[in-house]
Structures are given as C-alpha cells and as structure tokens.
C-alpha cells in the first residue's frame, strides 16, 4: 500500500514528524463584516434538503436533461460532458502563478484548481483538466510536490510535471503513481520550450502529446477503480444550493479576499449576481494586476465554488512546504452564490476524496460548476464580505 504523507516524508527527512506534533496550530483567523448568529435553536439543517424557494438573485437554468443524446453527467463539474470524456482519467498540471509564469494558457479550460504556496511563500496552482487531448498549450509547466499528489490521487489523474525536489522520488516511484515528467526521457516528447519566454517559465505541453507519452507508457485512459465512487455531492443548475437552509449561519460573501494566505499572489474573488460566478482577480504586481486571465482565450477564470482549507502544515530543509493531506480534524470555509459556511474537512486514505462537511455533519451539497481549492496554512488569515 502507498504510504501516507508522514510515513513517506519523515522517511526522506528526518526532521519532518507531522505525525509526533504536539500541540495544534492556532485556529484560523476569520474576518467578517457581520456577527456570527449566537442562537441555538435553529434546528439541524439537512444538505441533501434544499428550500422550497430561492432568493430571486440567484442564477438557475433547467439541466434535467442532456444538450445532445449520449452525454453524461462530468464528475468533477456536474456538468453535461460526452460520455467518452467523462470515461477518460483527467491530466492534473502543475503550474505556477508568480508574476514571471504569468499568462498562464490552458487554465479557463480547468473543471478544477487547487492553489498552495510552496517554497518562499509563492503560489504553485494544480489544474485538473477533463477534456484535454485536443489542447495546444498547457501551461507553463513547473515541478511536483508531494500534497499536490496526494490531490491528484483523488482524481486518478495523469500527473504532468517538471520534475520535483527529492522528496517526492518515492511517492512517484509507488506503482500506482502515473505521471509524466517534461525531464524524464521519452515523456520530454509531450513538452516544449516557447522560445519568446525565458526559462524557467516557457515549460509546456500538448494533450496530443501526452495522451501519445501515456499510451507509450502502457497507462490506462479510463478508471482504474482506485478512487471513491463519486467525489463532489453536487445538486442541479435547476435546484442550486443558495445556503438560505443555514439561516445566519450563512456568511454574506461576495468579496473573498486570500492575500493574507497568499502574500504574493494575493489573489482575491468576486460574485457576478448575473451569473452566479466568482471572478478570479491577482494583485502579483503593477503589470500583473488584476483580473486573471487565460492567455489562450483572454478568458477571467470564473468559478461556481469556492473552498478554503486550512491544512496542518511543516517546513522542511530549504524552505520547502509538506501539508498533511490525509486528516480528519481541519476546518475551512465553503462560498457559493455569494454566501458562505463554515465547513470542516477529513480525507482518509491517498486515494479517497477530500470530504467537506458542514457544522451539523452533513456532508456539503456543491452546485453544478468549476471549483477553486484554495490550500492554505494553519493559522494564515483570510477576508469576505
């Protein structure tokens, strides 16, 4: 059996020993501009339960039923897809985001993103990719780390990389872990150098390209059966969750600002009421700031959810991160149709979902879309409004 993050860490350092930490980190510091409801009558809310009614703000569309015949609901999105994508493993790219890796290509394309800082406190974003075998330009491209791993796990996801430091040669060397490597011989032949950027920022890949290096490599397109049955529990664009069920427990949130958890992406997002959607904007500096844009299409990575999770966290010999993935005492937060809960979070097993529940235990009902994970340190300290 693969092994977990701190057996495999403390193996490749020493002085990593998340599993022998003493006390816990602070709680996370949350500003907010109203009060927390301080009644305890409010009876238990059901996430499988939604209002018979909605606010009038919020964005609905009847999707009961597929555009074209032989499409099938997306697990990472649920949204419609052809039937061969959603049967095909989806490719999770690392990708940085400080200011010399911007414009990003590929990125508005993404069913998924997780961001965490690495070294030095810069941003490093993990996209998970569902239709991606007819794509031109992924990237750019940059090295591994061990929690995006254990991320792309969950998936069973292709993982497209620059190499990594050494202490992720043995969780890619498991033979369950299927990546491609742009430094690794016969894989370099999905990757390319775009001559009018410098290096180390001009790193990318084709989706033709890799689905060649993966057929090359004898790795399996479709599920592997490794993963949990489903991942997100979703609700319809018809019956969207508006978070009303949760009454004053229910944040209002249409300004979600991560700079205190990311001081030099300092990255923050904005509710468009006319379509449901969180807008991603960066303040990476003076010519980078601002909304942030795909370069392929000029597009606003544009979100339906948004989760903060704080995870546990050590820091290894030169500055690099480990997060500890697999946990069940963690919190964070869930923003959806401008509004947001408290939410806490487990994840069991390297390749079993990262579940998130809300206050009362019940696991979270996710409206149909694109999800941003933002990853963020125990006791790091975010905003909304």
Not at 113 to 119: M, S
Not at 213 to 227: E, P
Not at 275 to 287: C, I, V
Request: charged letters at 20%; hydrophobic letters at 35%; aromatic letters at 12%.
């Amino acid at each position: 059996m693969m092994k977990n993050t701190r057996v495999l860490l403390a193996a490749a350092a020493v002085m990593f020993a998340l599993c022998g930490c003493g006390e816990d980190l602070d709680s996370p510091i949350i500003s907010e501009e109203s009060e927390s409801s301080s009644s305890a009558e409010e009876s238990q809310p059901s996430a499988t339960v939604l209002p018979e009614s909605l606010p009038p703000n919020i964005v609905t569309e009847d999707d009961s039923s597929p555009p074209h015949e032989g499409m099938v609901r997306s697990r990472l999105t649920n949204e419609w897809v052809d039937a061969e994508v959603a049967a095909a493993r989806p490719i999770a790219v690392m990708i940085p985001n400080e200011s010399a890796a911007i414009p990003q290509y590929g990125l508005s394309q993404a069913s998924v993103i997780y961001e965490a800082n690495v070294e030095g406190r810069m941003s490093r974003m993990m996209a998970i990719f569902e239709d991606w075998q007819d794509m031109e330009k992924i990237g750019n491209i940059r090295s591994l780390r061990t929690y995006f791993a254990y991320w792309a796990f969950e998936w069973d996801a292709f993982i497209v990389h620059y190499g990594g430091p050494y202490f992720i040669n043995d969780l890619i060397a498991e033979p369950s872990t299927q990546h491609i490597d742009g430094n690794a011989g016969s894989d370099s032949i999905a990757f390319y150098r775009d001559p009018g950027r410098s290096m180390p920022h001009n790193g990318y890949a084709t989706g033709s390209g890799l689905a060649k290096v993966i057929q090359q490599k004898g790795y399996s397109f479709t599920d592997r059966g490794l993963t949990d049955s489903y991942h997100y529990n979703f609700t319809t664009k018809a019956s969207p969750n508006a978070l009303t069920q949760y009454g004053l427990d229910a944040k209002n949130a249409v300004y979600i600002d991560m700079s205190g958890c990311y001081p030099l992406t300092r990255c923050y997002f904005e509710y468009n009421e006319n379509d449901g959607l969180y807008y991603r904007s960066q303040h990476l500096s003076s010519s980078t700031d601002g909304p942030h844009i795909d370069g392929a299409n000029n597009e606003q990575l544009a979100f339906k959810n948004v989760l903060v999770q704080y995870v546990k966290y050590e820091e290894l010999a030169g500055g690099y991160l480990v997060f500890q993935c697999h946990d069940t005492t963690r919190d964070g937060w869930y923003f959806t149709n401008g509004k947001g809960i408290h939410v806490n979070w487990e994840k069991t097993s390297d390749y079993g979902a990262t579940r998130f529940y809300d206050d009362y235990g019940n696991e979270i009902l996710m409206n149909t879309g694109k999800t941003m994970i933002c990853v963020v340190e125990e006791g790091d300290s975010f905003t909304f409004r």
